[in-house]
């Protein structure tokens, strides 16, 4: 179902902001005077000029939206959203949606999605329609996830990796004292239980290639597997690694991603069939 939007004159700033005064201000009171302004106040905007529930914003075929239906649509927001349609794109943004939701429903009863005896509302029908239409869309078949994959290479690119063991150390002393420590091949258990003075914490972990990386990833890829680095300045000491284990950059499997693709191509057929709907 496709959609062309014919907006009316009306449908400008002076009447967006029409529209939310109406709904913002509260009503005021018969007998509530005004005060009066100092003589020397500058002169103050005239009020934006009341619009008619059936002036007309938008027409598409035999179906219009009139400042009544925005009135009624923008009614549902808080006082504090109710402003923001004073901009135009907001207010046509809002006029759009409401085509959107009277052509659905057009379409829901037309498919005899509605029941005479008990009436859904349009925003029911729209939605209703919508969804039996999402539904028909189907899942993506195995040569569609084949070809992103093959398409997509740097996607499933996993970069070069280097586990490493880490020490740091507050002091120079301290971090000399544990490179010897990594250098002779001492466990992380072992360095733990091990009391070097100046020392923290020792730890195992990953540290992967990227384009913009740290000095201290970029030490700990230069090393070969068993190597240690010399102290390293951070921000608590010095850190000294040491390279456990190497992993080249490589693609990840098909069936490790094969469920992320066949989400990421359901979500943009989705999307396409909104588009298209519109």
């Not at 009544?68 to 402003?83: K, V």
């Not at 919508?130 to 499933?156: D, K, M, Q, S």
């Not at 080249?248 to 069936?255: H, K, S, V, Y």
């Amino acid at each position: 179902m496709s959609t062309r939007r014919m907006f009316h004159g009306t449908l400008t700033l002076a009447l967006a902001a029409a529209l939310v005064a109406a709904l913002a201000a509260p009503a005021r009171a018969a007998d509530e005077s005004t005060p009066a302004m100092p003589a020397d106040h500058p002169p103050m905007s005239p009020p934006a000029p009341r619009v008619s529930p059936a002036t007309v914003l938008a027409r598409v075929g035999q179906i219009t939206v009139t400042a009544g239906d925005a009135d009624d649509a923008i009614a549902g927001y808080g006082a504090r959203e109710r402003f923001e349609f004073a901009a135009r794109d907001a207010l046509r943004d809002l006029v759009e949606g409401l085509i959107d939701r009277k052509l659905m429903a057009q379409a829901a009863r037309a498919a005899g999605m509605d029941d005479p005896g008990s009436p859904l509302s349009e925003r029911a029908l729209a939605e209703t329609w919508l969804e039996r239409e999402l539904a028909r869309i189907p899942p993506p078949n195995e040569a569609a996830i084949v070809a992103y994959y093959r398409e997509n290479p740097a996607e499933f690119r996993v970069p070069r990796r280097v586990r490493v063991t880490r020490g740091v150390a507050r002091t120079t002393a301290a971090a000399a004292s544990l490179r010897d420590e990594l250098s002779r091949g001492t466990s992380v258990e072992e360095l733990r239980r091990t009391e070097i003075a100046g020392a923290g914490s020792i730890e195992t972990l990953w540290l992967q290639d990227a384009a913009k990386k740290p000095a201290l990833v970029a030490a700990a890829l230069e090393l070969k597997k068993g190597e240690v680095s010399a102290p390293l300045p951070v921000e608590t000491g010095y850190a000294v690694l040491r390279a456990e284990e190497l992993a080249p950059a490589a693609a990840r499997p098909l069936e490790d991603v094969r469920a992320g693709i066949a989400a990421r191509l359901e979500s943009a057929a989705r999307e396409q069939a909104m588009t298209d709907i519109r």
